[in-house]
């Protein structure tokens, strides 16, 4: 695996870095404790091209690669995980799957607001009953009498960035009697501004606070043919295909907040003092720091490796799901492996919103949680590995 990193990949990551932690970090704990959404960030975010980070620049996105998304994803989640979560919607979950499913003119017309970050998308697959279980769904698209627009009636639930976006990735059955289910599964784009189109309650949530989520109902809404993604039946292919990239750029914030609750500690290690020696010089302490560290540039490894099938997929077409499935179960579990290290460390002042350290925290938990718990994580990698379904 060649990992140095090129020109444009350095550029990126000094440009996320220095406005990360000059201009997130210093507002994060205030999104945070108010849970406003950070549209000024993000309206800047996307002006530095960061909301589209593989997006061609033909359709507004900044025209990179995959390990250039990663290493300004990790940067920017080093500062608030819940900006970056944004992020990685506008990103992943919705400009990937429609550069590669969508037409021509689906590309030009619904990519460029979001990659640019002048809207906001979201991916609507969750629903109250289907979490883990994807395929289940409920979410009804009938086709009308004319063949001219699907009519969708159901409830999506989770929506990440749900409570403000302007266009959705949905999925919804077309086929209720298509056998297995997830063949009746099709892939539609959304303008959250039509009749029909409901946002419900705002979840309130232990951490990523200012990263919006709601569930959605949609009556009646009408979605013209035109706007289907993908062919009718193919939508789960299309959902499980985008989760494999969403999950590199999850397990690239994983990374971000792993390193912020790693350098808080080394710093206070050597600062505070106990028993007349800075806590450093104590095995107990020196433990935690070399299983952190260890873990943060093992998930780094695990995440360019990811990155980097990601990339020659886009040429070759092969699935890179294990090698994401993995990314992102490692750098999750060593977020919170971190973030909880980082705590203990602290003692009192770890548990006190004086310091970020209880932020990290509450905002690692997440990354073992959407994009597929790290539950899901396991059995796809067993599967795989097993060639089971
Ligand atoms: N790429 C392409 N196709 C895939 C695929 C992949 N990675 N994984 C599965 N498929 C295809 C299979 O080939 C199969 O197709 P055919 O039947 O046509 O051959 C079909 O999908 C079904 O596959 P499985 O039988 O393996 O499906 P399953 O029902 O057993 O479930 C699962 C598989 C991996 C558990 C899947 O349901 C899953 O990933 N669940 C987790 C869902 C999830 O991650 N949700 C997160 C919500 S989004 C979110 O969190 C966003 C946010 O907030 C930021």
């Not at 999104?31 to 997006?55: A, H, N, Q, S």
């Not at 590669?100 to 629903?127: C, D, H, M, N, S």
């Not at 093992?298 to 499935?325: D, H, M, P, V």
């Not at 548990?351 to 990354?367: G, V």
């Amino acid at each position: 695996m060649d990992l140095n990193l090129n020109e444009e990949h350095v550029l990126i990551r000094d440009a996320a870095r220095d406005f990360a932690q000059n201009e997130i970090a210093p507002v994060a704990a205030h999104y945070d404790e108010t849970g406003e959404f950070p549209m000024p960030l993000i309206r800047k975010m996307g002006e530095m091209g960061f909301m589209g980070i593989e997006v061609p620049e033909a359709y507004g996105g900044a025209g990179l690669d995959a390990i250039a998304y990663v290493l300004a994803m990790e940067e920017i989640a080093k500062a608030d995980v819940a900006t970056s979560t944004i992020m990685s919607v506008n990103n992943s979950l919705y400009c990937h799957g429609i550069l590669r499913f969508g037409t021509e003119q689906q590309k030009q017309e619904w990519v460029p607001p979001i990659a640019t970050g002048e809207q906001i998308g979201a991916y609507a697959l969750t629903e109250p009953m289907s979490g883990s279980d994807a395929g289940t769904m409920r979410t009804r698209a009938e086709l009308s009498a004319d063949g001219s627009h699907y009519i969708i009636n159901g409830t999506k639930s989770w929506i990440t960035s749900g409570p403000v976006a302007h266009r959705l990735v949905l999925f919804a059955i077309t086929d209720p009697n298509a056998q297995p289910k997830h063949r009746g599964v099709s892939a539609f784009l959304i303008d959250t501004t039509q009749p029909g189109f409901i946002r419900g309650k705002v979840e309130p949530k232990l951490g990523i606070r200012a990263s919006a989520t709601c569930e959605i109902t949609f009556e009646d809404y009408q979605c013209p043919v035109e706007h289907r993604l993908g062919a009718e039946g193919e939508g789960f292919k299309i959902a499980m295909t985008v989760l494999d990239a969403g999950r590199i750029g999850i397990a690239a914030q994983a990374l971000g907040v792993a390193e912020a609750a790693y350098e808080a500690s080394v710093q206070y290690a050597r600062e505070r003092v106990a028993f007349g020696r800075p806590i450093g010089h104590f095995q107990m302490i020196q433990q935690k720091i070399a299983d952190m560290k260890t873990r943060i540039e093992a998930s780094r490894l695990l995440i360019y490796q990811a990155a980097l099938a990601k990339e020659a997929a886009k040429s070759t077409g092969a699935r890179y799901t294990t090698q994401a499935a993995m990314a992102k179960l490692f750098a999750s579990e060593t977020a919170m492996f971190c973030a909880h290290q980082a705590v203990q460390i602290h003692g009192g002042m770890g548990y006190s919103k004086e310091l970020p350290i209880e932020r990290y925290f509450r905002d690692a938990k997440i990354t073992e949680i959407y994009e597929g718990t790290s539950e899901i994580q396991r059995m796809v990698i067993a599967r795989n590995e097993l060639k089971i379904r």
